[in-house]
């Protein structure tokens, strides 16, 4: 199998307005709704979370549904907080060296942000919409 190098490219970073109780995931929703373009010609949603939990996966289906990305490859990562990001490029070199899956889009929703070991520009809010494309 061929390597594949992967461009990285983030679309929305933010963090909830003070005070307000909206969920990263309805942030996300919205940001993703208003920039429809960025979601054109997706094969793979993912979700990077910070807990492995039920909660995650159906974050993940509710992305997709309130989108209609119904035919993307839906993955969420969790259980390792903003370290979730580089075990989803992992896999997604293996799933774009195949050819099959060109786009990804990538939300990484996590409250305990940490910039530690994050293959990003820096990126100091807990919600990033990201762009995953093969070089």
Same mark, same amino acid.
């Given at each position: 199998?061929?390597?594949? *190098?992967?461009t990285?490219?983030?679309?929305?970073?933010?963090?909830?307005?003070?005070?307000?109780? *909206?969920?990263?995931?309805?942030?996300a929703?919205?940001?993703?709704e208003?920039?429809?373009?960025? %979601?054109?010609?997706?094969?793979?949603?993912?979700?990077?979370?910070?807990?492995?939990?039920?909660?995650?996966?159906?974050?993940?289906a509710?992305?997709?549904?309130?989108?209609? %990305? %119904?035919?993307?490859?839906?993955?969420?990562?969790?259980?390792?907080?903003?370290?979730a990001?580089?075990?989803?490029?992992? %896999?997604?070199?293996?799933?774009?060296?195949?050819?099959?899956?060109?786009?990804?889009v990538?939300?990484?929703?996590?409250?305990?942000?940490?910039?530690?070991?994050?293959?990003?520009?820096?990126?100091?809010?807990?919600?990033?919409?990201?762009?995953?494309?093969?070089?």
């Open positions: 199998m061929m390597k594949t *190098e992967l990285v490219n983030v679309l929305y970073s933010g963090a909830r307005e003070d005070g307000s109780d *909206e969920s990263l995931i309805d942030i929703i919205a940001q993703m208003a920039n429809r373009q960025w %979601l054109a010609d997706v094969d793979v949603l993912i979700l990077c979370y910070h807990a492995n939990t039920n909660h995650a996966e159906r974050a993940c509710k992305i997709r549904r309130a989108l209609d %990305l %119904l035919d993307t490859l839906p993955l969420t990562f969790g259980h390792s907080g903003s370290q990001f580089p075990h989803a490029l992992t %896999l997604l070199k293996w799933l774009m060296a195949g050819g099959e899956y060109r786009r990804a990538c939300v990484v929703a996590d409250d305990n942000f940490s910039q530690s070991g994050l293959p990003l520009p820096a990126q100091g809010n807990p919600l990033s919409v990201i762009e995953i494309m093969p070089l």
